[in-house]
Nanobody
């Protein structure tokens, strides 16, 4: 069982930066691939990026590639999403999620709101 709690959301102007954190409970955090997703009003939830269990491999959606960075600190049971050069289109509720190995994401946080003003 893994419980996830996101933090760090807020209001930022276009071009600004935010760093989201996702704190995980459970001793097996380091065994999970950690992903970030987002959902804008009226839209489906979409994949943003993910980091492998050791932190050596990352993958990003084309829409955020080069602007967002996913990282993790297994000693702190925390995964991060550094967001730079933010755009109004990045406005959404951001969720972190955990997947064991290559399985589907099975644990989800409650989400944190990110609003980017133009």
């Amino acid at each position: 069982q893994v419980q996830l709690v996101e933090s760090g959301g807020g209001l930022v102007q276009a071009g600004g930066s935010l760093r989201l954190s996702c704190a995980a409970s459970g001793r097996t955090f380091s065994s999970y691939t950690m992903g970030w997703f987002r959902q804008a009003p009226g839209k489906d939830r979409e994949f943003v990026g993910r980091v492998s269990w050791r932190g050596r491999s990352t993958l990003y959606a084309d829409s955020v590639k080069g602007r967002f960075t996913v990282s993790r600190d297994n000693a702190k049971n925390t995964v991060y999403l550094q967001m730079n050069s933010l755009k109004p289109d990045d406005t959404a509720v951001y969720y972190c999620a955990a997947a064991y190995g290559d399985s589907q994401y099975e644990y989800w946080g409650q989400g944190t709101q990110v609003t980017v003003s133009s």
